[in-house]
C-alpha cells in the first residue's frame, strides 16, 4: 500500500501567505481557489454571521465528503480548512464623504474561504446542492466558487483591535511608498488568524494585504 500523503497544513506550509511578521514586505501572491460571498454593510450584523455560517458550512461539507474513499476526487490529499478572508472596500456614497474615518455602515466586501487545488466546480456544485438539503439557508445560493489572483502585494501581520488597523495601513503605505509603489485602490484584504469570539481584542491577530503598482 502506497505511503499517506501529508495532510496539508497551512499554518507550516505556507507561511508566507498567512504568517507574515509585524513589519511591511512586498509579496506576489499567485491564483488561488476560494469560496466567495458578496456583501456590504456593517460587519457587527446580523447578514455578516450569517455569511460566515454559509461559507464554512460549505468548506467543512467539500472537506468531510472529499475524504470518504467512495467521493475522492482526482488529486485529492487530506488538508486543514483554510482561515476566513475578507476584501473590504467602500461603497460609492462612503468614498464621497470619506475624510480618514470609515463609516462602518459603507463598507462592501467578499468574504472567502480558500480551497485546495483538486477542488473543482462541478464538486463544489455536488457539495453546495448536498449542504443545501441537510442545511437550508438562502444564502448558500449567493456563494461562488472562483480563482483569485491578488499578484503583487505589500502585507503585514496586524496585533491588536480590527479598529487600531488603520495605524498598520499607514504604516504598509509608507513602506510601499520607499519601495517605489502605491496602492491600488481603497480596496484591501484581511486574512483572520484567531477566532474574535475567544480571543481578547489585544491579542487578535489579522493579515493586512493591498494590492501595489509602481508609484506615479
Same mark, same amino acid.
Given at each position: 500500500?502506497?505511503?499517506?500523503?501529508?495532510?496539508?497544513?497551512?499554518?507550516?506550509?505556507?507561511?508566507? $501567505?498567512?504568517?507574515?511578521?509585524?513589519?511591511?514586505?512586498?509579496?506576489?501572491?499567485?491564483? +488561488?481557489? $476560494?469560496?466567495?460571498?458578496?456583501?456590504?454593510?456593517?460587519?457587527?450584523?446580523?447578514?455578516?454571521?450569517?455569511?460566515?455560517?454559509?461559507?464554512?458550512?460549505?468548506?467543512?461539507?467539500?472537506?468531510?465528503?472529499?475524504?470518504?474513499?467512495?467521493?475522492?476526487?482526482?488529486?485529492?490529499?487530506?488538508?486543514?480548512?483554510?482561515?476566513?478572508?475578507?476584501?473590504?472596500?467602500?461603497?460609492?456614497?462612503?468614498?464621497?464623504?470619506?475624510?480618514?474615518? %470609515?463609516?462602518?455602515?459603507? =463598507?462592501? +466586501?467578499? =468574504?472567502?474561504?480558500?480551497?485546495?487545488? +483538486?477542488?473543482?466546480?462541478?464538486?463544489?456544485?455536488? %457539495?453546495?446542492?448536498?449542504?443545501?438539503?441537510?442545511?437550508?439557508?438562502?444564502?448558500?445560493?449567493?456563494?461562488? +466558487?472562483?480563482?483569485?489572483?491578488?499578484?503583487?502585494?505589500?502585507?503585514?501581520?496586524?496585533?491588536?483591535?480590527?479598529?487600531?488597523?488603520?495605524?498598520?495601513?499607514?504604516?504598509?503605505?509608507?513602506?510601499?511608498?520607499?519601495?517605489?509603489?502605491?496602492?491600488?485602490?481603497?480596496?484591501?484584504?484581511?486574512?483572520?488568524?484567531?477566532?474574535?469570539?475567544?480571543?481578547?481584542?489585544?491579542?487578535?491577530?489579522?493579515? =493586512?494585504? $493591498?494590492?501595489?503598482?509602481?508609484?506615479?
Amino acid at each position: 500500500m502506497p505511503a499517506a500523503t501529508p495532510k496539508h497544513e497551512w499554518r507550516k506550509r505556507e507561511k508566507e $501567505f498567512y504568517l507574515p511578521q509585524p513589519q511591511p514586505e512586498v509579496i506576489a501572491v499567485p491564483a +488561488f481557489k $476560494f469560496l466567495t460571498l458578496a456583501g456590504e454593510g456593517n460587519p457587527n450584523d446580523e447578514p455578516f454571521a450569517e455569511a460566515i455560517t454559509a461559507l464554512y458550512s460549505l468548506a467543512y461539507g467539500i472537506k468531510m465528503t472529499a475524504k470518504k474513499p467512495d467521493r475522492r476526487p482526482a488529486g485529492y490529499h487530506d488538508y486543514t480548512v483554510y482561515p476566513l478572508e475578507g476584501e473590504w472596500d467602500l461603497n460609492e456614497e462612503g468614498r464621497k464623504k470619506y475624510a480618514g474615518t %470609515i463609516n462602518k455602515n459603507d =463598507l462592501v +466586501f467578499t =468574504l472567502m474561504i480558500r480551497q485546495p487545488d +483538486f477542488v473543482e466546480t462541478s464538486f463544489f456544485e455536488e %457539495i453546495r446542492q448536498m449542504v443545501m438539503k441537510r442545511k437550508p439557508q438562502p444564502l448558500l445560493g449567493e456563494v461562488r +466558487f472562483e480563482e483569485i489572483a491578488e499578484g503583487k502585494c505589500v502585507q503585514m501581520l496586524h496585533v491588536g483591535p480590527y479598529d487600531d488597523e488603520p495605524a498598520s495601513f499607514r504604516r504598509m503605505e509608507g513602506f510601499a511608498a520607499g519601495q517605489g509603489l502605491e496602492r491600488a485602490s481603497m480596496r484591501h484584504r484581511e486574512i483572520y488568524l484567531s477566532d474574535f469570539r475567544k480571543t481578547a481584542p489585544e491579542k487578535l491577530k489579522t493579515v =493586512l494585504r $493591498f494590492q501595489v503598482s509602481p508609484a506615479s
